[in-house]
């Protein structure tokens, strides 16, 4: 009868209430999770454009030092100074090429292993493959990266840390070698 329809309808009516409040409810929960997606996305890139700005002022603060140095290992000093916090290096060394030989030009810190004038052995795998294929690489705490002028690499820019290196530190280590490596040329050549 009568009152059954009614009741049906109000029924129907909830029914179709609960069915939209659920779909509205998912709706904002999947706009919830676009929002927070958004926000660590932003966040992210906010953290990527802060290191940058670091990483620029260190770079910057690298070249403006290393204009002010008379020697290689002043050159070095001042760059492990500078490195020493965002990369925890404890020493450090510049080896040139000299003919078919790579010669310690410069080296500072306990670490290092090296001392200024000592030639680097053949045998050394890491520091031939950088001189070999211009490539830096990572070897645990030792990171080498290819000192160059126009294209031609002359030396390496070697690393000695407390801890292991990663990527970031090699993508940072290669930019400094880069800043540096004119400096490293000149000073080499008085």
């Not at 049906?8 to 929960?29: F, H, K, P, T, W």
């Not at 204009?67 to 760059?79: Q, W």
């Not at 080498?144 to 126009?150: A, E, S």
């Amino acid at each position: 009868g009568q009152a059954d329809l009614r009741l049906a309808e109000a029924i129907g009516d909830m029914v179709g209430q609960a069915v939209e409040n659920a779909r509205l409810q998912e709706s904002e929960r999947d706009a919830q999770r676009t929002l927070e997606a958004e926000r660590r996305h932003l966040a992210s890139l906010a953290a990527a454009l802060d290191r940058s700005l670091a990483e620029a002022e260190l770079l910057r603060v690298i070249a403006v030092a290393a204009a002010g140095v008379d020697s290689l290992g002043a050159l070095l000093e001042v760059t492990l100074r500078h490195l020493g916090g965002p990369l925890e290096c404890g020493g450090g060394s510049i080896l040139l090429t000299a003919g078919d030989r790579l010669q310690v030009a410069a080296s500072s810190g306990q670490d290092s292993g090296r001392s200024t004038a000592q030639r680097a052995r053949r045998s050394d795998q890491p520091l031939q493959r950088v001189l070999d294929l211009g490539e830096p690489v990572i070897e645990g705490d030792r990171l080498i990266v290819p000192l160059r002028r126009r294209d031609q690499v002359f030396g390496v820019f070697e690393l000695i840390s407390s801890r292991a290196f990663d990527i970031p530190a090699l993508n940072l280590a290669r930019k400094v070698a880069d800043e540096i490596a004119g400096w490293v040329y000149i000073l080499a050549r008085a």
